[in-house]
Each structure stands twice: as structure tokens, then as C-alpha cells.
């Protein structure tokens, strides 16, 4: 479907994230490295990770870069964490050491996705910009992310503070619009932190944002219509 077809299509739902759009664009390049690293048989480290890390490290003007199976294997890494050492996170309890390679096959699709990634996180932020436009008549009733002075804010979130939180959710949901709390429980209220002894009211305004923030569709392939239908149920159910 075009574009246009999108934009003139009548919208009922909106998912917080739909990767078949993004997919069906890079198909068939995709689908060529995939042939490509099945025919070579080299699936664990080799050429294409280690294109992959020097990528990386020209992107982010950094003298190396460090392919890794996960954001949480990346930061074990860092930290010289090995077998016996015990790491608390808000997902893992403990960590005993682990095999944290990249395969030649996340490494050979992501490369694909590198050359794109500017270009999405320039539509996450114009699709921001439309929801900051949208949501200016609510004035204090929402409040929108913000962005400090000499940073890049590329909305891998799009998260917004509102009273109603929870009735606000279950309205978009009841209305098939994907919304998600990052996150429900503050750091310090985490059960992992129980025996730090903090009370709920310890830390106030991370409690405060537990409760107020909600998450919104931001993906780089949503089209003005399906913004329209999300910005207008939020403002919606605040002016009600």
C-alpha cells in the first residue's frame, strides 16, 4: 500500500508498533543477506559482524564497536561482570557468566538497517513534532516529552504525562490504539530493591511519573491519518 493509500484509507485502530511495513520496504535486501550468510555457512562471529562492529564504530565516532546478542549482555561486558558475580536489573534477578556473540545473521540484517536508521529517527522526530502540535490546546493536562538544549531526543518512545493515566489507556485501548506504560513500577519499588528498604514516598517524583506516563504509536511508518486518530482520541478523553 502507497502512501497515499494510507493517508485515505479510514483508520479504526493504530498498533504502539508494526514492524511489517519497515519489513516489506527492505524485503529484498534482507532476504539477500539472509541467502548470502546461509550459503557461506558462517553463522557464529566471522566477516559480516565484524563489518557489522566497524559500522558501528564509524556511526558513533568511537574507535571500536562491540557486537553483542543483547543491550543487557553489552552492559555485563562493560562492566567486567563474570561467572559468580551477581547483577540486578529490572528484567534479571542474577548472572552467572553467559555466551553473549552476535550470529551472522542479526549482524548481516542489521547492517541493512544501519543506512536507514538516520532517516527513521528523522520520522520519529516529525511524528513527534505533529503529536507536540496536536497537543498544544490541552495546555497542562498533558505534558509531552522534552528535550534538553544540545541533545537529540530520536523517540524510540514517544511518552506523555497525563492525570488520568490509566482511564486515558483503557479509553485508547478501547479504541484499538496500541499504549503501553514504561514503566508501572519506579526503580526503587522493584523487588529486586526490597532490601535497599525504600518506601513508596522515598522518591516522589519517580513515583509521580510511574503514575502519569503513557506511551504513544511513534513508529517512523505511521501516516498523518493514523496520528490524527490517536492525538484525537487522546484530546478526546481530556476534554471530556
Known amino acids: 500500500m502507497s502512501q497515499a493509500q494510507a493517508e485515505s ?108 536508521l538516520d532517516l527513521w529517527s528523522a520520522e520519529r522526530q516529525q511524528n513527534a513534532k505533529y503529536y507536540d502540535e496536536r497537543f498544544a490546546e490541552l495546555g497542562p493536562m498533558l505534558k509531552t516529552p522534552g528535550v534538553w538544549d544540545g541533545c537529540r531526543h530520536i523517540y524510540n518512545q514517544y511518552t506523555i504525562r497525563v492525570p488520568d493515566r490509566n482511564g486515558l489507556k483503557q479509553y485508547l485501548t478501547d479504541k484499538n490504539i496500541g499504549c503501553e506504560i514504561y514503566y508501572p513500577v519506579p526503580l526503587h519499588r522493584q523487588e529486586c530493591f526490597e532490601e535497599l528498604g525504600y518506601w513508596e514516598g522515598d522518591l516522589p517524583e519517580s513515583v509521580a511519573a510511574a503514575n502519569a506516563v503513557l506511551s504513544l504509536p511513534i513508529y517512523p511508518e505511521l501516516s498523518t491519518t493514523q496520528q490524527d486518530y490517536v492525538a484525537d482520541a487522546v484530546c478526546e478523553f481530556l476534554n471530556r
Open 9 to 116: 484509507e479510514p483508520v479504526t485502530a493504530v498498533p504502539l508498533l508494526a514492524l511489517k511495513g519497515q519489513y516489506a520496504l527492505l524485503r529484498s535486501e534482507i532476504e539477500t543477506v539472509i541467502q548470502e550468510v546461509c550459503d557461506s555457512q558462517y553463522f557464529i562471529l566471522g566477516p559480516r559482524v565484524e563489518a557489522l562492529e566497524g559500522k558501528i564504530a564509524a556511526y558513533s565516532n568511537a574507535a571500536y564497536g562491540v557486537g553483542t546478542s543483547s543491550g543487557t549482555d553489552a552492559l555485563l561486558m562493560a562492566l567486567e561482570i563474570g561467572a559468580g558475580d551477581e547483577v540486578i536489573t529490572t528484567h534479571f534477578h542474577s548472572v552467572v557468566g553467559g555466551n553473549f556473540r552476535l550470529d551472522a545473521l542479526q549482524a548481516a540484517i542489521l547492517s541493512v538497517k544501519l543506512k536507514y
